[in-house]
């Protein structure tokens, strides 16, 4: 059994521009969750995506969407980047019906210039 | 408010201590509680979790305390090693609903 896999490990951008990241769920697990982890917090809840469709959302503003594809595995796009947005982004899959337990991948820190 | 409450921030325990960490959570719609533990630059690992139809639970040398009426759980760690140094964070989520997180606190295990 894979767990969940993020890319890239690590990304430098610059204010302005846009960012893609990339996840890979756990095998069998159909839904994903995305995270933002400043340094020194805790992990906040970005939006999760079930059956490719958004399944609630978190107080992230509407240049931060998402995309889930058939296979589960999903994207994290963001747009017109800020400083703040830097940060450890996290994913996190579950399997609807089982434990409950969200799976967290290794994560992206994006660095915004 | 879904918020879910953690102290303290830092703790530094000698090598074969027993560190407590506290949380409290304010939705009574939360039903799994489980605990991440997170070394630098690493995504959380899931530790050890619990249900609120149960007032402890043990794996290994970890153990959750779960009091439902006062809507607080905490987590010990016996024998303590220098290994489990790392920031551990508290959750609370609603089936599979997202995972509400507490600040974090920061271990140091001294050898």
């Known amino acids: 059994e894979t767990g969940v896999t993020q890319s890239p490990t690590h990304l430098i951008k610059t204010r302005g521009q846009q960012v893609t990241l990339r996840c890979s769920s756990q095998?069998?697990?159909?839904?994903v969750s995305w995270y933002q982890q400043a340094l020194g917090q805790g992990p906040q809840f970005i939006f999760q995506?079930?059956?490719?469709?958004?399944?609630g959302r978190g107080n992230f503003p509407p240049r931060f969407s998402g995309l889930q594809f058939p296979n589960y595995s999903s994207e994290l796009n963001v747009n017109a980047l800020e400083l703040d947005d830097s940060a450890l982004y996290l994913c996190?899959?579950?399997?609807?019906?089982?434990?409950?337990?969200?799976?967290f991948g290794p994560g992206t820190r994006l660095t915004v210039l | 408010q879904q918020q879910v409450k953690q102290s303290p921030q830092s703790l530094i325990v000698q090598k074969g201590g027993i560190p407590i960490i506290n949380c409290a959570y304010e939705n009574t719609a939360f039903d799994y509680f489980p605990w991440y533990q997170q070394f630098p630059g690493k995504g959380p690992a899931l530790l050890i979790a619990?249900?609120?139809?149960?007032s402890e639970k043990k794996e290994g040398r970890f153990t959750i305390s779960f009091n439902k009426s006062a809507k607080q759980f905490s987590l010990h760690i016996m024998d303590s090693q220098p290994g489990d140094s790392a920031t551990y964070f508290c959750a609370a989520s609603g089936g599979y609903q997202k995972v509400t997180f507490g600040t974090g606190t920061k271990l140091q295990v001294i050898p």
């Open positions: 995506y079930y059956r490719e469709e958004e399944n």
């Open positions: 996190a899959s579950i399997e609807r019906g089982g434990t409950d337990t969200q799976y």
């Open positions: 619990i249900r609120p139809d149960v």
């Open positions: 095998s069998g697990h159909n839904t």
